[in-house]
């Protein structure tokens, strides 16, 4: 797997929606490049901070009505501008 394929797999990775096989190759680039597990690690704590930044005082635990697929698009649509690794 390249760095470039990591991006495009990377939504349904952390949803636990990739094939088997597809899911080792994934974890195999994890273990043998580090810019990648930066790259993961950074997109982790982006969806974590946008999730808080919606948060309603009264639900700290509990997001504040932004639907799953509004974060996955506008991801998916930040992705789509990166410059290939």
Known sequence: MTCRELTDFI???LEGGLAPEVHARFEHHLMICPACVRYLTAYRATITLGFEAFEDEDQ??????VPESLVRGVLAALNAGRPPA
């Open 60 to 65: 700290s635990a509990e997001r504040a009505g």
């Open 11 to 13: 939504v349904d990775y």
